[in-house]
């Protein structure tokens, strides 16, 4: 059941993305995609607060200190970020953190 819930949240998150990309309203996007308008507004409510309540704050240790953490998987591990608008990011272990906030910023505010 839950995956059924997983699914329908992805479907929604596509088609808010995709209305907001395409310029139109949403009662000419949902006429033209046969979407119900109330169920539009109502995903894209319930979405939004999916988002701001699932956040999740994350600070990016200096090198030194990850240096000293003693996991053997440091150094060969990648991390995958996943963002409920269905998009997500491999990060390898030496990446640049002033290019990981930058592409972050950008993901975020094109929302």
Do not use: N
Not at 21 to 48: D, M, N, P
């Amino acid at each position: 059941m839950g995956h059924d819930r997983e699914e329908a949240s992805h479907r929604w998150c596509e088609l808010v993305s995709a209305q907001q990309a395409s310029g139109q309203s949403i009662s000419t996007y949902c006429r033209a995609h046969a979407v119900r308008a109330w169920q539009f507004y109502e995903w894209k409510k319930r979405l939004r607060k999916s988002e701001t309540a699932s956040f999740v704050a994350v600070s990016v240790k200096a090198e030194e200190e990850s240096a000293a953490l003693p996991s053997p998987m440091l150094s060969s591990s990648s991390i995958e970020l996943r963002h409920s608008r269905g998009w997500s990011l491999k990060i390898d272990p030496g990446f640049d953190a002033v290019h990981l906030r930058r592409l972050l910023s950008v993901l975020e505010s094109g929302s």
